[in-house]
Each structure stands twice: as structure tokens, then as C-alpha cells.
């Protein structure tokens, strides 16, 4: 799903397939975000896990844009 939304291409998802990657899309979300709270502000790791959560949630929007 990840890969086929980076590349623009289209998808089209059962309900229980929604369900089941914004679950796994809400998991790495919560654990990024403990994990960003381990570091300080400004280190590298801190601000990959700021990445990695701004990616996280953009995904999760697209693919709940991809049911509308």
C-alpha cells in the first residue's frame, strides 16, 4: 500500500484492509512517538523520529482520502 501511494498509483482497499493498515499506520505512530521522547531536542535521532512521525501521519491521511 506504502509503495503503490508513493508512486501516485491508485488503491483500492476492502474495508477490513483500511481497518487493518490505518491499525498498523496508528502502531508506529505510537511507537515513534515514544521513541522521539527518549531524545532531546536538535539530535539527529530526535529530529529522524519528527520525520518519521510527519511521514507516518501523511500517510494516514492519504489513506483515509483514498475512501472518499
Not at 521513541?35 to 535521532?45: I, L, P, R, W
Amino acid at each position: 500500500v506504502a509503495l503503490k501511494l508513493m508512486n501516485g498509483e491508485m488503491v483500492e482497499l476492502t474495508h477490513d484492509e483500511l481497518l487493518s493498515v490505518l491499525e498498523a499506520f496508528d502502531d508506529m505512530i505510537n511507537r515513534t512517538d515514544k521513541s522521539k521522547a527518549k531524545f532531546s531536542d536538535g539530535t539527529s535521532q530526535f529530529t529522524l523520529q519528527s520525520n518519521r512521525l510527519n511521514a507516518l501521519n501523511v500517510a494516514t491521511s492519504e489513506v483515509l482520502n483514498l475512501n472518499k
